[in-house]
């Protein structure tokens, strides 16, 4: 039976430093569900139940795992785990048998205690080599400059292997604490395979009637020298190319959410958040949902997913495009990651900054949005500094 220590979803008031920094500590491999949110942190320990392939819709799937575990007795289940980006792929979520809430880890002062390094030695592989992704974004901008399609999001790996398994627990605390304010995950993807990172990306989250979403789409590197990153930040939100993807991503959230809808409030122009890499460009959209009875979080994910800041538009065009130009299957690189309870309320995370360790492999993934303004040298070197957040947790260099 699933209990929840901390029942609901809202935050205490009062915040115990090591409230939330204790459930990153026993994060386990394998067994545990770890998610923590700018709202809250989850720990999921084993596994009650887990979702089947196929069979319906996966919404009403979920909806239907979660009230088989109310009439069993679990008085507020929840969901969690990851769903690929095909979405006809198969999903990895589980009713975990104890749920444990908390703060979020950035209300946690004992989240600014250092992480010893994790030890670990790596050989690092590029797949493809930049030289390949700058061809393939030069071939995408010519056929966009035809007028097929729009924007495609494309993406590369970073194979990196070490002498045994990775630290995980490590890597997910070093992860948190470079930026505690994000979207902090380790959850099982598939068989033998444990997927973690540090979003800075909601899809979109559900509470009672309300719903918000906050698309990020255009993007420039942090610099060090404190000038040249507000200028790098002034920069983008003054680019006309980055606007312009942003704007793309922006329309389509806003068209998916819409019929869900009594009402949509979306900003005129877009604002700034930053990780410890990267400066995005951000709209936060907000909405009261017509009928929140019958409309999950997983409704409004699978409704939103993909969007074009993950994949392109039109949709079908662009992940044929995908398919066509990355040598590897994306699986959970963005797709989505989260929980959902039984009464509709969730949140679900774009599923980047992220990699997936099997044995002693970590394949690290990054994508840039490709538009036909886009030059092939500087998605490359977009790539490369997306790939910093996860190399600076495991301590490696591209």
């Keep these: 039976m699933t209990t929840v220590t901390r029942p609901g979803v809202s935050a205490p008031p009062l915040v115990s430093p090591g409230d939330a920094t204790v459930l990153l500590e026993e994060y386990a491999p394998a067994t545990d569900r770890l998610l923590a949110t700018p709202y ?217 959410l819409a019929p869900f809808c009594a009402r949509i409030d979306v900003p005129a122009r877009p604002t700034l958040v930053s990780t410890a890499a990267m400066w995005h460009l951000s709209t936060t959209v907000t909405g009261e949902l017509a009928d929140p009875e019958h409309t999950t979080a997983l409704d409004l994910a699978s409704a939103l997913h993909p969007t074009p800041a993950v994949c392109g538009t039109p949709t079908g065009l662009a992940r044929q495009v995908i398919a066509e130009s990355e040598p590897f299957d994306r699986g959970a690189y963005t797709g989505m990651v989260g929980w959902q309870n039984a009464d509709g309320d969730g949140e679900w995370v774009v599923t980047i900054r992220c990699a997936e360790a099997e044995g002693r492999l970590l394949r690290l993934f990054a994508g840039a949005g490709v538009v036909a303004e886009s030059s092939p040298a500087a998605e490359t070197a977009e790539t490369g500094a997306k790939f910093r957040t996860f190399l600076n947790a495991v301590g490696a260099t591209l």
């Design 40 to 256: 809250r942190t989850l720990l999921g320990r084993g596994a009650v139940a887990e979702l089947p392939h196929g069979g319906g819709a996966l919404s009403e799937r979920v909806r239907a795992l979660l009230d088989e575990r109310r009439r069993a007795g679990d008085a507020d289940p929840v969901v969690m785990g990851a769903l690929p980006f095909d979405p006809d792929g198969v999903p990895a979520l589980a009713v975990p048998e104890t749920v444990r809430w908390a703060p979020p880890l950035r209300e946690d002062p004992l989240i600014a205690l250092p992480v010893p390094a994790t030890g670990d030695r790596w050989s690092v592989r590029e797949v493809p080599e930049p030289e390949v992704y700058g061809a393939a974004v030069a071939a995408a901008v010519e056929r966009m400059k035809g007028g097929e399609f729009d924007k495609v999001v494309l993406a590369r790996t970073l194979e990196l292997t070490a002498p045994q398994a990775p630290d995980l627990p490590a890597m997910l605390r070093r992860l948190a604490r470079r930026d505690p304010a994000g979207y902090t995950f380790a959850v099982p993807s598939a068989p033998g395979r444990t997927l973690v990172g540090a979003s800075p990306e909601l899809l979109v989250s559900r509470t009672g009637s309300t719903l918000t979403a906050n698309p990020l789409a255009g993007s420039a590197p942090r610099s060090a020298d404190l000038a040249e990153d507000v200028r790098r930040a002034a920069a983008l939100l003054e680019s006309a190319k980055d606007l312009h993807e942003h704007a793309v991503v922006v329309d389509a959230v806003r068209a998916a």
